[in-house]
């Protein structure tokens, strides 16, 4: 990736933290899940900003790429993303968390919208991602299907359940990524996964890891295919809270609520990265 | 117009499987006509005669082996790309074990997915309570967009299949009863979505109205023949929609009849006694019925055969007679 694109890259993740950070002080009391959406910043950057074939203009295409959130939570860090790419408005955007908004903290499914899914209740994202992309195949559609998971969802049984269908039927249209930032709402090391990427690839995925920060690092994974009819999961290493240094990858920022002081100080750390 | 034959063949062959074993066949048919019909199951394939629909239509059909919330959540991912999905295992365990992704999946995204529930209520006979379904209406009534069908035989089993083929929604069907069980209808039943229809009309006066659902309602019917003899005068109404359900014809008969009695296979809360309590309570008019409800007491029977199961909880024609002579005698 050239140096012009990869600056494209980061402006379009500085602004999705800019944009939780906002609407995470906004929300006042209700906060936001500031801690992981900084942390798949580069993963949704990179995806809508280069890999995924979407368009605002037509987001009911046939063709379109499927870009599933499964780690619903999140929701802030896609609303940007959406944003920035065409599908939201800023007025979608101030509604978040708002009475009666179509933008709550977890996300419903809204296709016009570019939300494929409703999501908020964790692992079930690759299971539906499966379905769809099994359409694909049936179809003989070339359109291909992204899951975004986190790390603490992989500890719902039906996160494997999903991943042996997609072995099964040789989903090779089917990429997951993992936001791997190491913690779950608790914490770290709530309940760790020994050798997650040795055991998803003796499930029979293709299976890539990556520095979840770096645009070359994450490209590379995202585009390289190794096998035909294996479907492929990208552990990315991630920290949460990435972005500001004082509290990257330390605990308690799964959900936070700002104050005016550190909101005022993320801002203009934000701002000048 | 059905595309199902209701001939004495059909009849004998799908009496004779059962309504579990009659699903599949009759989704195979309906395959033939729906291009867009895909079947999943969670490893019964056998169980359900999906295997005859596998073998006539092998690109639409997906076995998702013992994983039954990944088979609601492939399900979703299929009908949200325009799919026609029926998922199929039995009862406890589609409605249980996967409630929560059918809750979010299927219901809160309104999708096009059609969950038969095999072998509800005490089919399992012997196999005991974790293959009993007691749950599954309380369950399913709770869900916004979910619909639920009880058909009271394989004919009508046939005709509420083809009606949920031809829905864009989530649906709910309860399949009950053993293979060999005689039927109620003997041809088209006219299936129509939320009526609740009378299939034994009273002698003279009205004095019982049984409404009831799925195959326990031959129990109804046989229990309703005996009280003639007794100059007890019975009508059986059968609920084969339990959602939405048809109010105002319960309104009707809890005006027209002395006592309302309701038979079902699921435990008394949240079941179709539940139902119907619910609406007579919320009525403001003058209502003539006494309410009883026969189902499932708020415990884990020990297990037994079907007509064991059904014996002790007073859920078959003698206990239904039982039921109605103690009634009218406090009447």
């Known amino acids: ?273 | 117009m059905s595309i199902f034959n209701y001939t004495p063949e059909n009849i004998s062959k799908w009496t004779r499987a059962g309504m579990r074993k009659s699903f599949g066949l009759q989704l195979s048919e309906l395959a033939g006509v729906h291009e867009n019909l895909i079947a999943l199951t969670a490893d019964v394939a056998s169980s359900s005669s999906l295997n005859v629909f596998a073998e006539k239509f092998p690109e639409r059909f997906f076995n998702l082996g013992v994983s039954e919330q990944n088979m609601i959540g492939v399900a979703s991912g299929l009908a949200k790309e325009n799919n026609n999905v029926f998922v199929c295992t039995f009862a406890p365990f589609v409605s249980m074990r996967a409630y929560e992704a059918i809750k979010i999946l299927v219901c809160y995204m309104n999708l096009n997915v059609k969950i038969i529930a095999l072998s509800s209520g005490f089919s399992l006979g012997v196999q005991g309570n974790t293959h009993y379904c007691f749950e599954d209406i309380s369950l399913m009534r709770t869900l916004p967009n979910m619909k639920i069908f009880s058909p009271a035989d394989v004919l009508e089993e046939a005709a509420i299949l083809e009606h949920t083929a031809n829905l864009n929604t989530p649906a709910f069907v309860r399949l009950t009863g053993l293979d060999g069980t005689p039927g109620i209808f003997k041809s088209d039943p006219d299936f129509i979505e939320g009526e609740l229809k009378i299939i034994r009309e009273p002698e003279n006066n009205k004095d019982v109205a049984i409404i009831s659902t799925g195959s326990v309602i031959n129990e109804c019917v046989r229990a309703a023949r005996a009280l003639k003899r007794e100059n007890i005068s019975c009508a059986v109404f059968n609920a084969s929609t339990l959602k939405p359900f048809d109010d105002k014809k319960l309104k009707e008969i809890s005006r027209e009849y002395k006592i309302i009695l309701t038979v079902e296979e699921h435990f008394l809360s949240g079941g179709l006694g539940g139902i119907v309590s619910e609406i007579l309570a919320g009525d403001n008019e003058k209502q003539n019925a006494r309410l009883i409800r026969l189902g499932i007491d708020d415990k884990f029977p020990l297990a037994g055969n079907y007509a064991n199961m059904l014996e002790k909880s007073g859920l078959n024609a003698n206990g239904i007679i039982n039921a109605i002579k103690n009634a009218c005698s406090k009447n």
């Open chain 1, 1 to 273: 990736m050239n140096e012009n694109e990869i600056l494209r890259l980061k402006e379009l993740a500085k602004k999705i933290r800019l944009d939780v950070l906002e609407m995470t002080f906004k929300a006042g009391a209700d906060g936001g899940h500031l801690g992981g959406a900084f942390s798949c910043a580069e993963i949704l950057a990179i995806l809508y900003g280069k890999i995924l074939n979407v368009n605002s203009k037509n987001p009911f295409d046939e063709n379109r790429d499927r870009f599933i959130l499964s780690k619903g939570h999140v929701a802030l860090a896609h609303y940007s993303i959406l944003a920035q790419s065409g599908f939201l408005t800023q007025d979608d955007l101030n509604s978040f968390e708002q009475n009666n908004s179509d933008f709550p903290t977890h996300e419903v499914i809204n296709i016009e919208k570019g939300i494929e899914t409703s999501s908020g209740s964790l692992g079930y994202g690759l299971s539906i991602g499966v379905g769809v992309a099994l359409n694909a195949k049936l179809k003989n559609k070339s359109y291909r299907t992204y899951v975004l998971l986190g790390d603490g969802e992989c500890n719902e049984g039906s996160v494997w359940e999903a991943v042996q269908s997609a072995v099964k039927f040789k989903l090779d249209n089917l990429t997951a990524v993992i936001d791997f930032n190491e913690q779950s709402l608790d914490g770290k090391n709530i309940m760790p996964i020994q050798n997650l990427s040795g055991v998803l690839e003796n499930f029979g995925f293709e299976v890539h890891e990556c520095n979840g920060h770096d645009f070359n690092e994450l490209e590379n994974a995202l585009t390289q295919n190794e096998f035909n009819d294996r479907p492929k999961i990208i552990i990315a290493h991630t920290l949460k809270a990435k972005g500001i240094k004082s509290i990257e990858g330390s605990e308690g920022w799964h959900h936070a609520r700002l104050n005016q002081n550190d909101y005022e100080n993320f801002r203009k750390e934000l701002e000048n990265a």
